[in-house]
């Protein structure tokens, strides 16, 4: 038996937490039968499973895209404003995949696409805290206590942020272009933390997800993940999910064979 959750991302329908979401919203039947409740199981060889009517089933093939993402694109799988989302980079009748979180209409950068519910589930679950790495430019340059003051964590509306690692890459026209690495994932939080130290961004730009590297990938372009970085990424989620079991006791062992 599997956590119906679990198996929705198994299937490549979302990350676990947006399955979640579609469970309690009675997108989810098993067996013809609606259901909200999250601590259900299921019998994959037995049970039928349909999202919004239609039947799911395990993908038969892992897919790990990494996509330079361009300025005016949403990342989700369709926008009711009718605005373009990242799926529409991809050829006609390419296999589904989703985003893996998110980044904002304006940013640019790297972000994967996969239908592998289980690893997108650790890059954004923010107990594992996989760093993600951007280069903002923002207006003006920034003090030692702006940047200590983001070092240290920035009190926002929803809560102080984790501590950020900072450096100032480059001090162009009396603005400067830093980089910044996060442990968390909060909407707009990059822009938000920046505001919030009296230097916004100007342009923001993901370069990194943990061992992922964007390097000169073309903006618009994708890419699938190379072995070698499929071994490192899996390697950090697992280092990851053992460290947050050995500090909350937590048992994570299933999650860990896919």
């Known amino acids: 038996m599997e956590r119906l959750q679990k198996y929705l991302a198994r299937c490549g329908v979302a990350s676990r937490r947006k399955a979640e979401e579609m469970i309690v919203s009675g997108l989810v039947a098993v067996n013809g039968q609606v259901v909200r409740e999250l601590g259900v199981k299921v019998d994959p060889e037995r049970d039928r499973v349909t999202v919004a009517g239609r039947p799911v089933r395990p993908d038969e093939e892992r897919i790990y895209l990494m996509l330079n993402k361009p300025p005016g694109y949403i990342t989700g799988n369709r926008d009711p404003r009718g605005r373009k989302t990242v799926l529409a980079l991809l050829p006609e009748g ?34 594992y805290e996989i760093q993600k790495v951007y280069r903002a430019l923002v207006r003006g340059v920034p003090d030692a206590r702006a940047l200590n003051m983001l070092r240290q964590g920035v009190v926002l509306e929803d809560g102080p942020t984790l501590p950020a690692s900072v450096d100032i890459i480059k001090v162009k026209a009396g603005n400067a272009i830093l980089k910044i690495g996060l442990r968390e994932g909060r909407n707009r939080q990059v822009r938000r933390m920046c505001a919030a130290v009296g230097h916004p961004v100007l342009k923001l730009e993901r370069l990194a997800i943990g061992p992922l590297q964007l390097g000169d990938l073309p903006l618009g372009r994708y890419r699938r993940l190379t072995a070698a970085e499929l071994k490192a990424l899996q390697k950090l989620i697992d280092r990851a999910r053992l460290a947050v079991a050995e500090e909350k006791g937590e048992d994570d062992a299933p999650d860990q064979k896919r």
């Open 94 to 127: 390419f296999p589904r995949v989703f985003p893996v979180g998110r980044l904002d209409y304006n940013t640019t950068g790297l972000l994967l696409l996969t239908n592998d519910g289980a690893l997108a589930y650790a890059l954004t679950h923010p107990k």
